[in-house]
């Protein structure tokens, strides 16, 4: 049986992230009755490390909780897998290509703004750089 810090040290992560997963439920741990510990097994080890592969891949806690229902049922979770990765990788494409064109309008902004002198406040006036892009 491991303690939290043990766990940590195990499956090479931090014992506020084994607190937080047990929190959220992804860990059930037992308690020790003579000091009310909680206490991991070696199975906890795997979910510990499981865990961290997934979010490494993009998932989130809540869709590892999912995955981790799937394999309670006695279900296959690699198809739910494959669609959470595939609606994962579609919002990406589209947060980079938003991301793209923000990056496009700041340097366009920084290169008209080069040219550009210091305003100073008139009353009527926040940034005349600002408020020189349409």
């Known amino acids: ?60 806690l809540r869709e590892i909780g999912a995955i981790f229902d799937h394999g309670r049922t006695g279900q296959s979770p690699c198809p739910a897998v494959r669609e959470m990765i595939r609606q994962r990788i579609n919002e990406n494409r589209d947060k980079l290509m938003e991301l793209n064109q923000l990056q496009q309008r700041m340097d366009s902004a920084l290169e008209k703004w080069k040219t550009m002198p210091d305003g100073e406040p008139d009353g009527e006036a926040i940034c005349h750089l600002i408020e020189s892009i349409n």
């Open 1 to 60: 049986m491991l303690t939290v810090s043990a766990l940590s040290k195990a499956a090479q992560t931090t014992p506020d992230a084994i607190r937080h997963y047990t929190r959220i439920g992804l860990l059930k741990p037992s308690r020790n009755p003579d000091n009310g510990y909680r206490l991991f097994n070696n199975n906890d080890v795997k979910k510990v490390q499981f865990i961290c592969r997934a979010k490494g891949l993009g998932f989130t």
